[in-house]
């Protein structure tokens, strides 16, 4: 028994470091509360939307506004009323609306751009910051 023991053990010390990452020494400038970065994106057409940003981290009270704003451009439909990819939109719209603190002009309404592949190449980046502040995943690397 003793063997099996040890083995269980090896085996919950393996589960444990991979669910929880193991600590980023390296400073990142994701790491704080807020976060300024430049945006730059070409889209199909070949127009580009370039600009610097700055993301801040939501408290859960912002959330609660993400959750309401999101349900109104929902038109009060259930989520699962709705295609999946409209559903994702309206969660990126929703996050950046309160989240980005700075932007250029262009991404000042989100829903009058006609391409979604930029709200959420946006999305993308805020995510990296989210992911990287509150350690989620083990890919730290990107800035």
């Not at 444990?16 to 970065?37: G, H, S």
């Not at 009323?81 to 939109?89: G, K, R, T, Y």
Request: proline fraction near 5%; charged fraction near 35%.
């Amino acid at each position: 028994m003793t063997h099996l023991n040890a083995d269980i053990e090896e085996l919950k010390k393996s589960v444990e470091e991979t669910v929880r990452p193991p600590p980023v020494d390296e400073k990142d400038p994701r790491d704080e509360e807020t976060w300024t970065f430049a945006f730059d994106h070409t889209d199909k057409r070949g127009k580009r939307w370039a600009g610097e940003l700055t993301n801040a981290i939501l408290t859960l009270e912002e959330q609660g506004y993400v959750a309401v704003l999101r349900s109104r451009l929902q038109g009060g439909q259930p989520t699962e009323s709705l295609d999946s990819s409209v559903v994702e939109l309206n969660m990126a719209i929703s996050w950046l609306s309160y989240s980005l603190k700075k932007k250029p002009e262009w991404a000042k309404d989100l829903l009058s751009l006609r391409d979604p592949a930029i709200v959420f190449a946006l999305w993308e980046r805020v995510r990296s910051h989210e992911d990287r502040y509150f350690r989620r995943g083990t890919d730290t690397t990107e800035s």
